[in-house]
Structure formats: structure tokens, C-alpha cells
């Protein structure tokens, strides 16, 4: 008579489905805050609601409840750890530019359009819910970054003003303002002019205009 045991019969884990992450997955939490972002960006903060957001990312209201507590906390994730990433990456990339002007807006220019070609959905988030009035990020963005970007760069174009490096018409506070026209602006609109002049406009094309059209400004021999 044998006196070997029975084998037990292995417990394997069953298999993961291909799609979205399970329950219990350390994916899950980035996978919402995902969702979250991609239902901003189509419908706006203000009119994206918690149970939308549950059926992009195919769990229920009460899942998103259990990980965020509320749709304003949820906000605020999307907020740190998807668009104040983008902006951090945005100025460590114009900090490191030298004191040339000329590399300092192409450093300014090429950073954003890297950017957009890293993060597609961030310019329409700015313009929905950061520089139309009532935007839902406007007043975090102030508070988290505040002016620290746009006023490193006039002060960076008013030195350069003075050196004789740039145009002497030129307002260096506007300088920022027109970069940032001539930038974030036509990525969100992009869409659009694609459709219209049916051609791909892409980051490439962008920046390469927006550089030329920049130089010339720039340039201190057209001054009057």
C-alpha cells in the first residue's frame, strides 16, 4: 500500500484579462486618475461628474469614492501628479537655457511643444480651466507655481534688453504673453487649423514658425 500523500492541487492566481487593471492592482489608482483627466479634458471639470469618470474607467462611483473621497480630491491628484508634473518639466527646461534671448525663447518655445508632444491633453486643460475665467485650476495653479515662470523670463528679457540683446520696443512682461500666443495657443486649436487647411500642422511645423516669426521681432536692428 502506498503511503504517498495526495498531491495538492496548485492555487495559481488566475489569469489577467489584457484591458483594464484589477482591483486590487497597483495600476488601478494611476488608471483612474487617467480616466479622470480624459473626461476633464472632453467635458470640463465643472461638467464631468464622479459617475462619468467610473464608466470611462469601468469600475463603480463607489470605487472612486473609496480612493479619492471626493470628486475635489480627485481634482487635486490630477492636478499634482498629471499637470503640475508638465509644468515642472516646462520650467526646469527654460531654467537651463543660457543668457542668449534668442536661446532663451527657443529653449521657452521647444519646451512647450515638447511638452504637448508629451502631453497632448495639456493644452486644452489651460485654456478650459486655467485661462478662461472660472476655470477649476486657475487658482491652484496660482497658488502652487504663482508667477515664479513668467516673471523669470521678463526678468531674463529685460536684462537682455539692456545688454542690447532684444529689440527696444519691446515689452518684456508682453514677450511673455506673446510666447505663450504663440504656443499653447495654436497647439489647442491645432484640431481646427488641420481641418481647415487640411495639412498636418504638427509640434514640428509649429515651433519652426513660431521661431521665425519671433526672430525678426527679437532682432535689435528692426527697431526704429
Known amino acids: 500500500m502506498s503511503t504517498d500523500k495526495p498531491r495538492r492541487k496548485s492555487r ?5 484579462a489584457p484591458g483594464r487593471p484589477l482591483l486590487d492592482s497597483p495600476d488601478l489608482r494611476p ?21 462619468s469618470i467610473a464608466a470611462d474607467a469601468g469600475v463603480t462611483p463607489a470605487l472612486l469614492n473609496y480612493y479619492f473621497g ?29 543668457d542668449d534671448v534668442q536661446a532663451l525663447v527657443s529653449s521657452f518655445v521647444r519646451g512647450v511643444f515638447g511638452l504637448v508632444a508629451t502631453y497632448p ?3 486644452s ?29 521678463a526678468a531674463r528679457f529685460a536684462d537682455a534688453q539692456r545688454r542690447g540683446q532684444l529689440n527696444d520696443q519691446l515689452d518684456p ?7 505663450v500666443g504663440l504656443t499653447l495657443f495654436p497647439a489647442a486649436s491645432a484640431p481646427i ?5 487640411q495639412a498636418d500642422l504638427g509640434v514640428d511645423v509649429m515651433a519652426s514658425h513660431a521661431l521665425a516669426l519671433l526672430g525678426h521681432g527679437l532682432d535689435t536692428k528692426h527697431g526704429s
Not at 499634482?80 to 526646469?92: C, D, K
Not at 512682461?173 to 510666447?179: D, G, P
Not at 487649423?193 to 487647411?197: D, M
Request: glycine letters at 8%.
Open 125 to 153: 486643460l489651460w485654456v478650459r480651466e486655467v485661462l478662461c475665467e472660472g476655470g477649476a485650476l486657475r487658482e491652484l495653479l496660482l497658488s502652487r507655481i504663482g508667477p515664479e515662470l513668467p516673471q523669470m523670463l
Open 70 to 98: 471626493s470628486k475635489l480630491a480627485l481634482r487635486d491628484a490630477v492636478f499634482e501628479e498629471r499637470l503640475m508634473p508638465a509644468v515642472i518639466t516646462l520650467r526646469g527646461h527654460v531654467a537651463s537655457a543660457g
Open 121 to 123: 491633453w495639456f493644452p
Open 12 to 16: 495559481r492566481a488566475p489569469a489577467r
Open 31 to 51: 488608471h483612474l486618475i487617467d480616466a479622470a483627466l480624459g473626461c476633464f479634458v472632453r467635458d470640463g471639470i465643472a461638467g464631468t461628474s464622479l459617475r
Open 193 to 197: 487649423w488641420r481641418q481647415l487647411f
Open 173 to 179: 512682461r508682453l514677450m511673455v504673453v506673446s510666447l
